[in-house]
């Protein structure tokens, strides 16, 4: 059994919808951002970082790092082929583009919704957050132009990186634009987004 720290919209998402797609058993513990519960000693003790999402596994060894999380869990359980083995010639191309979203592309969200821990500048705030935004439509153009496959990212089918590209799209503060800028993106989240399993997390997400 698995048990998931999870706030609503955040990148517990990408974590929940491995889970439903590896169709394992899995529960779920809320984490009151809002309330700073994540900045708390009682979960600080479960995850140092203080970010979420951490997920418990099964012998009870918590992790981070929402990466980290996809890649353990799709080699956990080969059989749903989210994460190419390691001898698959897709995984070199795999690894590359994870790492690319969960470092570039969710650091750049965070730019994006909180200028103020980019700037000790008060009066700077607007022109930090444009200059995210900025970064947020290059950090799409370049995935759009990384996509090989139809509609998924790598030419062998649907994986990992669907997952976790289609949570970052859904945070674009501005999603048809980004569609008609990125036709590949948007068939591929809309192909991700018809999936019984990530339909159910946004549904859960959505509460
Ligand atoms: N690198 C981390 C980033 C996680 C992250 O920034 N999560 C946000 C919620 S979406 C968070 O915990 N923010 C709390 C904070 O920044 O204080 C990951 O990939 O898991």
Same mark, same amino acid.
């Given at each position: 059994?698995?048990?998931?720290?999870?706030?609503?919209?955040?990148?517990?998402?990408?974590?929940?919808?491995?889970?439903?797609?590896?169709?394992?058993?899995?529960?779920?513990?809320?984490?009151?951002?809002?309330?700073?519960?994540?900045?708390?000693?009682?979960?600080?003790?479960?995850?140092?970082?203080?970010?979420?999402?951490?997920?418990?596994?099964?012998?009870?060894?918590?992790?981070?790092?929402?990466?980290?999380?996809?890649?353990?869990?799709?080699?956990?359980?080969?059989?749903?082929?989210?994460?190419?083995?390691?001898?698959?010639?897709?995984?070199?191309?795999?690894?590359?583009?994870?790492? =690319?979203? #969960?470092?570039?592309? @969710?650091? $750049?969200?965070?730019?994006?919704? +909180? %200028?103020? /821990?980019?700037?000790?500048?008060?009066?700077?705030?607007?022109?930090?957050?444009?200059?995210?935004?900025?970064?947020?439509?290059?950090?799409?153009?370049?995935?759009?132009?990384?996509?090989?496959?139809?509609?998924?990212?790598?030419?062998?089918? =649907?994986? #990992?990186?669907?997952? @976790?590209? $289609?949570?970052?799209?859904?945070? +674009? %503060?501005? /999603?048809?634009?980004?569609?008609?800028?990125?036709?590949?993106?948007?068939?591929?989240?809309?192909?991700?987004?018809?999936?019984?399993?990530?339909?159910?997390?946004?549904?859960?997400?959505?509460?």
């Amino acid at each position: 059994m698995y048990t998931l720290f999870w706030e609503k919209g955040s990148g517990s998402i990408a974590v929940q919808a491995m889970l439903e797609e590896m169709g394992v058993s899995y529960d779920r513990s809320y984490v009151d951002m809002e309330a700073g519960e994540h900045q708390k000693d009682r979960y600080l003790r479960k995850n140092p970082t203080g970010l979420v999402p951490a997920l418990k596994l099964p012998d009870l060894h918590i992790i981070g790092e929402s990466a980290a999380i996809v890649l353990h869990l799709g080699e956990q359980c080969s059989d749903a082929q989210l994460v190419p083995r390691s001898d698959d010639n897709e995984r070199p191309d795999f690894l590359y583009w994870l790492l =690319f979203m #969960a470092t570039t592309g @969710y650091t $750049t969200f965070g730019r994006l919704g +909180h %200028p103020e /821990r980019y700037t000790q500048d008060r009066t700077a705030l607007e022109a930090v957050r444009l200059a995210a935004e900025d970064d947020v439509t290059r950090f799409f153009d370049v995935l759009e132009g990384g996509i090989k496959g139809e509609p998924y990212f790598l030419s062998s089918g =649907f994986t #990992a990186l669907d997952i @976790y590209l $289609t949570m970052l799209a859904g945070w +674009h %503060p501005d /999603r048809s634009a980004l569609f008609q800028r990125n036709p590949k993106i948007a068939a591929l989240c809309t192909a991700v987004e018809s999936r019984a399993a990530y339909k159910k997390v946004i549904a859960d997400h959505a509460e």
